[in-house]
Nanobody, 125 residues
Framework: QVQLVESGGGLVQPGGSLRLSCAAS?????????????MGWFRQAPGKQREFVAR????????NYVDSVKGRFTISRDNAKKMVYLQMNNLKPEDTAVYYC?????????????WGQGTQVTVSS
């Protein structure tokens, strides 16, 4: 019903930038249905639980971020392409994690049971 494919991760030095992309497909996103969902990004660092990072409302106007990334990360979406993006600037070692996209509920929890493979972001000198 839901397929989410993340890409764009890699190895970057502290202070560097990356742009993550998420392609959404499946029956729940048929036609214009993708534009009904708040979408977002989560991340999981080694030995830690998966955490919320950012979300964007269906029309792409309202965004929310975890405090640790505010001012550095920007989430955006293209409903026509069924894509979600995360521009990450001024990356820090503590941003190292596998990043996933998913729908996001009002309480910041993930909406869909199905997860993609994620994309690894490693920030290291």
């Amino acid at each position: 019903q839901v397929q989410l494919v993340e890409s764009g991760g890699g190895l970057v030095q502290p202070g560097g930038s990356l742009r993550l992309s998420c392609a959404a497909s499946g029956s729940l996103f048929t036609g214009s249905l993708f534009s009904l969902y708040t979408m977002g990004w989560f991340r999981q660092a080694p030995g830690k639980q998966r955490e919320f990072v950012a979300r964007i409302n269906p029309v792409g106007i309202t965004t929310n971020y975890v405090d640790s990334v505010k001012g550095r990360f920007t989430i955006s979406r293209d409903n026509a392409k069924k894509m979600v993006y995360l521009q990450m600037n001024n990356l820090k070692p503590e941003d190292t994690a596998v990043y996933y996209c998913n729908g996001v509920w009002d309480d910041y929890s993930p909406r869909f049971d199905s997860w993609g493979q994620g994309t690894q972001v490693t920030v290291s000198s």
